[in-house]
T-cell receptor, first 112, second 113 residues
Framework: DAKTTQPPSMDCAEGRAANLPCNHS???????VYWYRQIHSQGPQYIIH???NNETNEMASLIITEDRKSSTLILPHATLRDTAVYYC?????????????FGKGTLLTVNP | DSGVTQTPKHLITATGQRVTLRCSPR?????VYWYQQSLDQGLQFLIH???????AKGNILERFSAQQFPDLHSELNLSSLELGDSALYFC????????????FGQGTRLTVV
């Protein structure tokens, strides 16, 4: 099964880019990478997802390495409200079913 | 406000009991997902329903069951409760299948005593 590994915590200065890494070295060709974040114990919030190409939306960019064994979530200009736990998730297809593998999450603290 | 409504917000019950958690998805969303979040297991995917049909099953125990009704709301039934079932249970909904953005409710905090 695919596994995801994330650093437990990271710090970032307000206004700077936050780069959050995720290792998913056992990922297969048709397995997507998703990023969600969770502020305190609120419901998680979708950020972005991708398969093999880099993706960008209004919240973040997702850079997936060519071998797809790792990815980086980039918040271009972090604000204090971006302080949260960020989860990297791999979706493994199993025929018509699928399985989600969650990382343990990275607590990103944005400092003034 | 994500538009996903979960009731109740808090629930305290005794071991061996059965409870039902309810989820109303955002208007127009066909998919409903259930997740469990506990201190020792982290976030876990339980089950996904799409337009009334079970779409995918994750780490859902046999003591747990779910369904999605014709009006698209969903219920998660937890029976023979154990202390270890104490957790936050989240419901999420999305317009289409998993590759569409999912919106989460605020969760139901279940405490089993």
């Amino acid at each position: 099964d695919a596994k995801t590994t994330q650093p437990p915590s990271m710090d970032c200065a307000e206004g700077r880019a936050a780069n959050l890494p995720c290792n998913h070295s056992t990922i297969s060709g048709n397995e997507y990478v998703y990023w969600y974040r969770q502020i305190h114990s609120q419901g998680p919030q979708y950020i972005i997802h991708g398969l093999k190409n880099n993706e960008t939306n209004e919240m973040a960019s997702l850079i997936i390495t060519e071998d797809r064994k790792s990815s980086t979530l980039i918040l271009p200009h972090a604000t204090l409200r971006d302080t949260a736990v960020y989860y990297c998730i791999v979706r493994v297809l199993r025929g018509s079913n699928y399985k989600l593998t969650f990382g343990k999450g990275t607590l990103l603290t944005v400092n003034p | 406000d994500s538009g996903v409504t979960q009731t109740p917000k808090h629930l305290i019950t005794a071991t061996g009991q059965r409870v039902t958690l309810r989820c109303s998805p955002r208007s127009g969303d066909l998919s409903v997902y259930w997740y469990q979040q506990s201190l020792d297991q982290g976030l876990q995917f339980l089950i996904h329903y799409y337009n009334g049909e079970e779409r995918a099953k994750g780490n859902i125990l046999e003591r747990f069951s779910a369904q999605q009704f014709p009006d698209l709301h969903s219920e998660l039934n937890l029976s023979s409760l154990e202390l270890g079932d104490s957790a936050l249970y989240f419901c999420a909904s999305s317009v289409g299948d998993f590759n569409t953005e999912a919106f989460f409710g605020q969760g139901t905090r279940l405490t089993v005593v």
